[in-house]
């Protein structure tokens, strides 16, 4: 990721225009028109992620954030929370009301504002307190409200846990590592 910003970023001081590139590619730089309009937003409804894909990313920063808190590593903790939160609220814009497996409709987004609101709420002041033992406690109240609306949709077989291993490896989570500098 690193090295294509930075290639971006030089071709665009050599003033290499990305429309040439577009071009090069055979794509047409042009801008939209009322024409193209419904064909532009058929091809970005196409490249939309599920919703498992975003939940599957709320799950990895919520796996790391318990395993932050457990290191005391209270700024890399707040991050993940931050992420897992911003996944959850990128869900809800992109699907508020979802169709249950009983066919009825289910108003995701009204849930999360109020799970925001409280348990969710509550794993944040923990964090910011850095009380491990608030923090293990509400963190297994959300993950219950997490359940709630697992159930809702119709999805009892989606049980989270207290994590049993970490989801990543890469990421040294001791807060008082010396290396890389």
């Known amino acids: 990721m690193t090295c294509g910003v930075l290639i971006g970023i030089a071709a665009d001081r050599v003033g290499y225009p990305v429309a040439t590139v577009a071009a090069q590619q055979g ?9 193209s309009l419904a064909a532009d937003v058929a091809q970005l409804k196409a490249i939309v992620p599920s919703n498992s894909h975003i939940m599957m990313d709320v799950q990895f ?28 609220i990128w869900l809800t814009r992109k699907s508020p ?12 987004k009204g849930i999360f504002d109020g799970i925001d609101t409280s348990s969710l709420a509550d794993v944040k002041a923990a964090i910011e307190k850095k009380d491990s033992a608030r923090f293990a406690a509400t963190y297994k109240t959300m993950l219950e409200s997490c359940y709630s609306c697992h159930k809702a949709v119709g999805r009892p077989y989606l049980r989270p846990m207290i994590p049993t291993a970490p989801v990543q490896t890469v990421i040294n989570l001791d807060p008082n590592a010396t290396w890389p500098q």
């Open 27 to 35: 794509r047409n730089p042009q801008p939209a028109t009322l024409e």
């Open 61 to 88: 920063h919520w796996t790391n954030l318990w395993y932050a808190a457990q290191k005391k590593n209270w700024p890399f903790a707040q991050y993940q929370f931050n992420e897992m939160r911003g996944h959850i």
């Open 97 to 108: 009301i979802i169709r249950a497996q009983d066919g009825s409709d289910v108003d995701i």
